[in-house]
């Protein structure tokens, strides 16, 4: 029986993330008493038909007092107005924490109403899927995936070594890193490719009646898989181009520019630029199917066809 991190954890929200972090830990024998939350009543009434705490109360300021650790799981653009709320009720000591996809903003709007008596130690697992609410959890989600963790340099570093052995325990890699330097690399791994889906996607769909409908059925190609990432929540995603304006317009500057060297190439038959690109990028892909972080492969039933590629990847990629 694994080491009881967290004699009492609160979980304010219980999405996809917030229940998939109370079935993990319970996998991992790694809490003691799981006191859960969220704003909608049905919501919290879905989280006790599925199990997923030990108790269950209407408000953050309830749930977090007396918990070790409390982990924020909610929209970034909601993460100020919670800490506002629990703020006064946290027990000195405490370490508070959150999962947002975006993380300077969240410490700008979360630090200020924590006081001073508490660890804020940031994160973001970098797991998930289109689905959300209390359903979509699963103990499995942050199998063999990275959990990135923010602390300002100043954060008591035994409440860092416990977030590291809490996030380790539910089955995910974990690197720290600044919040900055979080929030560019986000910005070109997972948020334009978000935006760029939404963006397929809404044009496909203004397209006259007879294209769109011809869209629609032969979509089992590369349109299929945007989108799978367009279904994804849009109060989250709002919420995170919202919260990560500035690393985005950056990594969007840079992809236009890209384009724009495609869409040259392509209009002036400029075949070499493109057989170059597309063997770069098929190499790049390869070298991640192998790495094992081909998130389709791993999270969602590995097909023959997955685990073929893989395979063939693993072979042709040298190991380091
Ligand atoms: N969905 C994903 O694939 C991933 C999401 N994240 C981050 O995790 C956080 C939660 O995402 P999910 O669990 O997917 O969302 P979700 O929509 O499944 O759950 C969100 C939870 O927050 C509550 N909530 C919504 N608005 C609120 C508000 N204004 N005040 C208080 N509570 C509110 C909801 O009732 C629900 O319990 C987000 O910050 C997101 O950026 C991080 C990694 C992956
Ligand atoms: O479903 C997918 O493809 C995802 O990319 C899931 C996801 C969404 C948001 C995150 O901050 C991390 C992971």
């Known amino acids: ?181 979080h929030d560019l690399v986000l910005a070109i791994t997972s948020h334009l490719p978000h935006l760029i889906a939404y963006n397929i996607v809404g044009t496909a769909a203004e397209l006259e009646g007879g294209i769109r409908s011809e869209v629609l059925k032969f979509s089992a190609s590369g349109f299929r898989d945007f989108t799978r990432i367009a279904a994804s929540d849009p109060v989250m995603w709002r919420d995170i181009f919202l919260n990560n304006k500035d690393a985005v317009l950056e990594m969007l500057g840079r992809f236009n520019e890209d384009l724009a060297t495609l869409t040259r190439a392509i209009r002036n038959g400029d075949g070499d630029t493109l057989l170059d690109l597309f063997t770069r990028t098929r190499a790049i892909r390869r070298s991640i199917v192998a790495l094992g972080q081909d998130t389709a492969a791993a999270d969602f039933g590995r097909n023959d066809h997955a685990a073929a590629e893989t395979k063939r990847a693993q072979e042709e990629t040298p190991a380091d």
């Open 1 to 181: 029986m694994a080491e009881v991190i967290f004699p009492r954890l609160a979980l304010v929200g219980i999405g996809l993330i917030g229940a998939s972090i109370a079935l993990a830990a319970r996998r991992a024998g790694v809490v003691g008493e799981i006191v859960v939350t969220t704003r909608r009543p049905e919501t919290l009434r879905r989280a006790e038909e599925l199990c997923l705490g030990d108790r269950y109360v209407s408000t953050a300021a309830e749930a977090v007092a007396d918990a070790d650790c409390v982990i924020v799981s909610v929209p970034v653009g909601a993460c100020g107005a919670v800490a506002a709320e629990i703020g006064p009720r946290l027990k000195s000591g405490a370490i508070v924490s959150d999962v947002g996809s975006v993380k300077a903003s969240v410490v700008r709007a979360m630090q200020p109403h924590l006081p001073g008596t508490v660890s804020f130690v940031p994160g973001h697992p970098i797991a998930g899927t289109e689905y959300s609410g209390p359903d979509a959890g699963f103990a499995a989600l942050f199998d063999n995936r990275w959990c990135v963790l923010t602390p300002a340099p100043e954060v008591d570093p035994e409440a860092v070594t416990l977030m590291v052995a809490f996030w380790r325990a539910l089955g995910a890699n974990v690197e720290t890193m600044s919040a900055e330097h």
